[in-house]
Nanobody, 126 residues
């Protein structure tokens, strides 16, 4: 069983930065894939970024060049560094984990990820 807890959300002005953390327990994070999703009010949960065991990464076009996903295996923690934030980035951000690295089409579907955190709110003011 994998348990995930997000932290680091908050209120930031447009153009600012935030770093989200996802602490994992129950299994070393290097043995499974991890990802970040976000969900704005009234919207479906949206893929943001993912990282595999070997370090290969995948980003949504909307965040490419601004967000960076990473992990620290020693701390069993995953991170999402968010720079140049825009009001449209406002959402609840969720970390996710799964025991396999899916093909790209499946990787972007929330239903294909087995484990989820409770989310952390990110609000970007204009």
């Amino acid at each position: 069983q994998v348990q995930l807890v997000e932290s680091g959300g908050g209120l930031v002005q447009a153009g600012g930065s935030l770093r989200l953390s996802c602490a994992a327990s129950g299994r070393p994070i290097g043995t499974y894939a991890q990802g970040w999703f976000r969900q704005a009010p009234g919207q479906e949960r949206e893929f943001v970024a993912a990282i595999a065991w070997a370090g290969v990464t995948d980003y949504a076009d909307s965040v490419k060049g601004r967000f960076t996903i990473s992990r620290d295996n020693a701390k069993n923690t995953m991170y999402l560094q968010m720079n140049s934030l825009k009001p449209e980035d406002t959402a609840v951000y969720y970390c996710a984990a799964d025991l396999s690295w899916k093909i790209p089409a499946e990787r972007k579907l929330p239903t294909r990820w087995r484990f989820w955190g409770q989310g952390t709110q990110v609000t970007v003011s204009s």
